[in-house]
T-cell receptor
Framework: ETGVTQTPRHLVMGMTNKKSLKCEQH?????MYWYKQSAKKPLELMFVYNFKEQTENNSVPSRFSPECPNSSHLFLHLHTLQPEDSALYLCASSQGVNPGGRGSSYNSPLHFGNGTRLTVT | AQSVAQPEDQVNVAEGNPLTVKCTYS??????LFWYVQYPNRGLQFLLKYITGDNLVKGSYGFEAEFNKSQTSFHLKKPSALVSDSALYFC????????????FGRGTSLIVHP
């Protein structure tokens, strides 16, 4: 049990489908992250939320749409994906940065879920 | 700006031998350094971190890492490797003078041979 739960674990979708990935943490963290991990490629940061505010969008195509309704939940909405979007999508959480300050969040390691293995056909 | 490099894509070691997985970093402020391990079909798991203090930090599963400020390195070590240590290892850095969002290395695949 990692403290961060991702559902579903596996997802197969066609290019015209719409689906959503869900991430949930009960660690009391205020920062949440989406990463993409493809074979033979490094981890790619996609989005970051800090205290429910999006602070990072790493030039991600608009066919990926994140949503963070509260500090415990993070979604990644998917539509009209391409086969090259097939990958392991990882969610992570950590202590956030209080607006206007840094606090001790720099000490806080990321806690990852076990990912959603996405296949786009 | 912060960056981290893992110069080896793969490290091979025999079971029972010591292992080292290399990591170097670049930051403008004080470095906050982390090691993670990833087993197949799993997310990354936190192993250990260096924030300040003793240059040798100990972590989970018998791993340790040595912080070397002059060489800007944070190599992961274990005195005696196990076959079950075979996994993907990631080094990460936060720049105390910059963003709280960590930068990860490309990962090093550790293979421990029986």
């Amino acid at each position: 049990e990692t403290g961060v739960t991702q559902t579903p674990r596996h997802l197969v979708m066609g290019m015209t489908n719409k689906k959503s990935l869900k991430c949930e943490q009960h660690l009391g963290h205020n920062a949440m992250y989406w990463y993409k991990q493809s074979a033979k490629k490094p981890l790619e940061l996609m989005f970051v939320y800090n205290f429910k505010e999006q602070t990072e969008n790493n030039s991600v195509p608009s066919r990926f749409s994140p949503e963070c309704p509260n500090s415990s939940h993070l979604f990644l909405h998917l539509h009209t994906l391409q086969p090259e979007d097939s990958a392991l999508y990882l969610c992570a959480s950590s202590q956030g940065v209080n607006p206007g300050g840094r606090g001790s969040s720099y000490n806080s390691p990321l806690h990852f879920g076990n990912g959603t293995r996405l296949t786009v056909t | 700006a912060q960056s981290v490099a893992q110069p080896e894509d793969q490290v091979n070691v025999a079971e029972g031998n010591p292992l080292t997985v290399k990591c170097t970093y670049s930051v403008s402020g004080n470095p906050y350094l982390f090691w993670y391990v990833q087993y197949p079909n799993r997310g990354l798991q936190f192993l250990l971190k260096y924030i300040t203090g003793d240059n040798l930090v100990k972590g989970s599963y018998g791993f340790e890492a040595e912080f070397n400020k002059s060489q800007t390195s944070f190599h992961l070590k274990k005195p005696s490797a196990l076959v079950s240590d075979s996994a993907l290892y990631f080094c990460a850095v936060r720049d105390g003078g910059g963003s709280y969002i960590p930068t990860f290395g490309r990962g090093t695949s550790l293979i421990v041979h029986p």
